[in-house]
């Protein structure tokens, strides 16, 4: 075709222009109100009609989720992302951040597993007790091994992370700084292999649902025990000086969905207050779980 040839457009009669201005402000206004009400059933993160996964015939339902109530003193944020379609609802709060205590050695594990091809047995011991008992020392271990604030950054790079980043001083892997938002992200990170790298994948979700002892807590334990051996966990928790407030993060990951809460709450609450609110978000979903 030859564009440098003027295409000549019919010009409709002047008594028409009114009625066509009409028609498209009618249009115009039915878009911008579906999307509205749209916004306002599903909250800012959820896409509204029309969208790259309506286009789609084959993608399934938009995960429809309860409204969840989580009563406790100060902060509190939970967020889900639906892994078939990678929409992403919560609360409110769900950018707010928080700090991530020991769930950051699941990524720990992940970010060294994917840059080592054939890890010694040492290491893969390690890894299993970092994972299912949450050992602190292979957590410092590894996270030196993985070049400190570096391994961190390529978390958010690689997993997409939006509000994630280290901590300002080295050495202070607890402290990352992640959303609920993110760390669902990071959850489905994890399952699809993006994290350990396809070779790994499946032997670091193994050892997140062997999760055992005090950290086995949070979504998985409202499902039944068939159930919650398919779930895999990984949960941070402290009751840190500097602040008396126990700092909770909880992360459960399914072949369906990713699920994250965090909290902060007053020490004279307790370890079981936490516990509780991370596994009533589960609770409160459940009627809306695929």
Request: glycine residues 8%.
């Amino acid at each position: 075709m030859d564009y440098r040839r003027r295409i000549r457009s019919r010009r409709l009669p002047a008594a028409f222009m009114p009625l066509v201005a009409t028609g498209v402000c009618a249009v115009a206004l039915l878009v911008i109100g579906g999307a509205m009400q749209w916004a306002l059933h599903h909250g800012t993160n959820a896409a509204p009609p029309g969208g790259s996964q309506d286009r789609e015939s084959a993608s399934p339902a938009r995960l429809e989720l309860p409204p969840v109530r989580l009563d406790t003193e100060g902060f509190a944020s939970w967020a889900m992302l639906d892994r078939r379609t990678g929409q992403i609802a919560g609360s409110s709060n769900l950018d707010a951040t928080s700090d991530t205590m020991s769930l950051i050695k699941v990524w720990l594990a992940a970010d060294f597993l994917r840059r080592t091809d054939y890890p010694d047995e040492r290491s893969l011991n390690r890894l299993i007790i970092m994972i299912r008992d949450s050992d602190n020392k292979a957590a410092y271990e590894f996270y030196e091994r993985n070049g400190g604030r570096a391994g961190i950054e390529r978390m958010v790079e690689i997993c997409g992370l939006t509000e994630s980043k280290p901590y300002k001083i080295d050495g202070y892997w607890s402290n990352t700084e992640v959303s609920a938002r993110d760390v669902a992200r990071l959850g489905a990170c994890v399952a699809d292999g993006r994290a350990a790298g396809p070779h790994w994948t499946d032997w670091l979700l193994t050892q997140m649902r062997l999760v055992r002892g005090v950290g086995d807590f949070g979504p998985r334990a409202v499902f039944p025990p068939e159930v919650a051996a398919t779930i895999a966990i990984k949960n941070g928790w402290l009751l840190r000086t500097e602040d008396k407030l126990w700092h909770m993060a909880c992360l459960a990951v399914t072949d369906k969905w990713s699920m994250s809460v965090l909290l902060r709450y007053p020490a004279r609450f307790g370890f079981d207050h936490g516990r509780d609110l991370c596994a009533s978000v589960a609770e409160q979903l459940k009627p809306a779980l695929p």
